[in-house]
């Protein structure tokens, strides 16, 4: 039972992500086994612009045109979720034709940890 634990120190490459993703090592040399399997798992990677409620009357009487306020600022960042989970926020930025997001702030450890395991 106690080979089914993961420990969370066997995924550390000793690296930070930018000296990773700027080409600074190979991701699999730095990661032990067990790390390298996760490597290919599909994830969802979701930016969210903001969130409002409305009720079942509203939803049913949006149409083309229709605006819907949401609960950020323009300007402000948008949250980027992996599975539902905070991991980093961000600028909405234009390439070319379509958008993407500079990423300006990762979570910090502590709080994602929270966010899985409360």
Do not use: C, H, W
């Not at 993703?21 to 730095?30: I, L, P, T, V």
């Not at 980027?80 to 600028?91: C, D, H, R, W």
Request: overall charge negative.
């Amino acid at each position: 039972m106690a080979d089914d634990v993961f420990n969370l120190d066997q995924f550390d490459t000793g690296e930070s992500p930018a000296a990773v993703s700027k080409g600074g090592s190979s991701m699999a040399g730095g990661m032990s086994p067990n790390a390298q399997l996760l490597m290919d798992v599909q994830v969802v990677l979701t930016v969210e612009l903001g969130r409002t409620k409305k009720y079942v009357k509203d939803i049913l009487s949006l149409g083309e045109g229709s605006i819907i306020e949401l609960d950020k600022l323009a300007g402000e960042p948008v949250d980027l979720l992996v599975n539902g989970k905070l991991i980093a926020k961000g600028e909405v930025v234009v390439i070319d034709e379509n958008f993407g997001v500079r990423i300006t702030e990762i979570a910090d450890p502590s709080e994602r940890l929270a966010t899985i395991t409360g």
